[in-house]
């Protein structure tokens, strides 16, 4: 089994892409819609890498990712942040992202991505 990627994004179609994609890479993928509690769910899924929209449900993607690189904790976890709206993104800041992707994705930029924020080397 590969490493675990937590994957959040609101859009079923999208998350299900996602998923697939990742697991046809050798990755164990986790979806999720949406939370409000980002750090009790890293405890309990233990990934090894965050992937997640921008503009979620409730709570945005950048929230998430400033909570997870600001505890402690999870701050050495890497965050890939993604949005269809990079402008939004560059007026705010990236949040602590390691990497930010803009969507739609291309595949294998996004697999590439993820493998340098885990450092494997392919």
């Not at 819609?33 to 997640?52: A, F, H, Q």
């Not at 409730?58 to 402690?72: A, M, S, Y």
């Amino acid at each position: 089994m590969g490493r675990n990627i937590l994957v959040i994004d609101d859009d079923e179609d999208t998350l299900v892409l996602l998923e697939e994609i990742l697991r046809y890479s050798d990755f164990d993928a986790k979806g999720i819609r949406e939370t409000n509690d980002i750090l009790k769910v890293i405890d309990e899924l233990k990934p090894d890498l965050v992937l997640t929209d921008y503009i979620l449900k409730g709570i945005n993607g950048g929230e998430l990712c400033h909570q997870v690189k600001t505890n402690p904790k999870t701050a050495h976890l890497p965050v890939v942040l993604m949005s269809a709206y990079p402008r939004v993104i560059e007026s705010l800041g990236n949040y602590g992202c390691d990497v930010f992707i803009t969507k739609p994705f291309d595949m294998n930029h996004l697999i590439t991505s993820i493998n340098d924020c885990l450092h494997i080397a392919v």
